[in-house]
DNA sequence: AATGGAGACAACCGCATCTGC
DNA sequence: CGCAGATGCGGTTGTCTCCAT
């Protein structure tokens, strides 16, 4: 009744991640490009399931993401979030910027729960002075993608044709346009060879056990600690922790990472609210009272509800 | 210094959903 | 339309680290 597994157990390693086979996947999708992960372990040869290829890629190794703690802002969006999404942790996402299903869900599990036990209100289990009603919860996310929506309407209307890789119109994703991967990956070539430089660097052993790896791998999620290879990387710039819907949440993004998330299928921080902005911005009936109703909110009245 | 418990997080598992034939 | 394979998602587990004793 079952389906069978995904892939043939036989054979197929579990457990963390070695840094070698990061390099591997990573090389891969140079070449490739996400997706396809059935053909990733054949392809590569890594003893590796193609799912937990898929979950190397889009909760460590993809460019963009951001590691280490959360901010308060972080913080009250997930928690805001959770009450009005649940546990749709995907969706929670779309609208954290650089944050992975895996990493808010986790950070769920162990902090918020706690926190929230801590400070039971009937307010959203709001806590920390944050307490506004669903309603405005609501109309504040509403307004937030209105604005973004504006911005993409004025991106769209200021210079269409370009194709230069303009952060400010849809944080260089253009759903018009697949990037060009071989161009686009070229360039992290080099950076895995800085990775395998960084790793040297960091480990004076020449081979390393699982447990070392995942070390190492917990020293990336530090922030601080992370091997410089590793940032290099992916050009990733993790000090923005801007939350809402704006036009400079991903402005740190290197055109690289931008492409790369266009890559990916979550697209955890962009896709997913652009995939909607674009939709409301195309769909005809997408202009009703209660929007332009939106429209008139200030930016600055909806900075307030934080 | 040793050790046990708690916390944190990467990764796995299984079900749901999507997609192509 | 139905089926099978691929992919996505959420819950859970395993393991490592930190800290208190």
Redesign the pocket.
């Known amino acids: 009744m079952?389906?069978?597994?995904?892939c043939d157990?036989i054979g197929v390693?579990?457990?963390?991640?070695t840094p070698e086979e990061d390099i591997i996947l990573v090389s891969y999708i140079q070449d490739h490009g996400p997706?396809?992960?059935?053909a990733v372990p054949t392809s590569t040869g890594l003893l590796?399931?193609?799912?937990?290829c898929?979950?190397?890629w889009?909760?460590?190794l993809r460019p963009g993401i951001k590691?280490?703690?959360f901010t308060d802002q972080e913080e009250k969006m997930i928690i805001h979030l959770q009450a009005l999404l649940g546990?749709?942790?995907?969706?929670i996402?779309s609208y954290l910027p650089q944050r992975t299903?895996?990493?808010i869900?986790?950070?769920w599990?162990?902090?918020l729960k706690?926190k929230l036990k801590k400070f039971p209100t009937g307010v959203d289990h709001n806590q920390d002075g944050f307490s506004i009603s669903k309603g405005q919860w609501e109309r504040r996310l509403q307004t937030d993608i209105h604005m973004a929506k504006q911005a993409l309407c004025e991106a769209l209307s200021i210079d269409t044709s370009s194709s230069l890789p303009d952060l400010k119109s849809s944080n260089g994703y253009n759903p018009n346009t697949r990037p060009v991967q071989a161009s686009t990956y070229a360039s992290s070539a080099e950076n895995i060879a800085k990775l395998l430089e960084g790793w040297m660097r960091n480990s004076p052993k020449s081979t390393r056990t699982?447990?070392e790896?995942?070390?190492n791998?917990?020293n990336?999620?530090?922030g601080a600690t992370t091997p410089d290879a590793l940032d290099s990387l992916f050009s990733f710039n993790s000090s923005n922790s801007d939350l809402s819907l704006s036009n400079d949440e991903t402005a740190n993004f290197t055109p690289e990472t931008s492409l790369f998330q266009d890559e990916s299928?979550?697209n955890l921080e962009t896709q997913v609210p652009l995939t909607m902005i674009e939709k409301w911005l195309f769909d005809e009936g997408a202009a009703t009272q209660e929007q332009e109703d939106l429209i008139d909110m200030s930016l600055e009245e909806t900075a307030q509800l934080f």
């Open positions: 079952g389906r069978p597994p995904c157990k390693k579990k457990g963390p991640w997706g396809n992960w059935r590796r399931c193609s799912k937990s898929r979950l190397r889009t909760n460590y590691r280490g703690n546990n749709r942790w995907a969706a996402a299903d895996n990493d869900k986790n950070y599990n162990t902090h706690k699982n447990s790896a995942t070390q791998s917990k990336s999620s530090e299928k979550p």
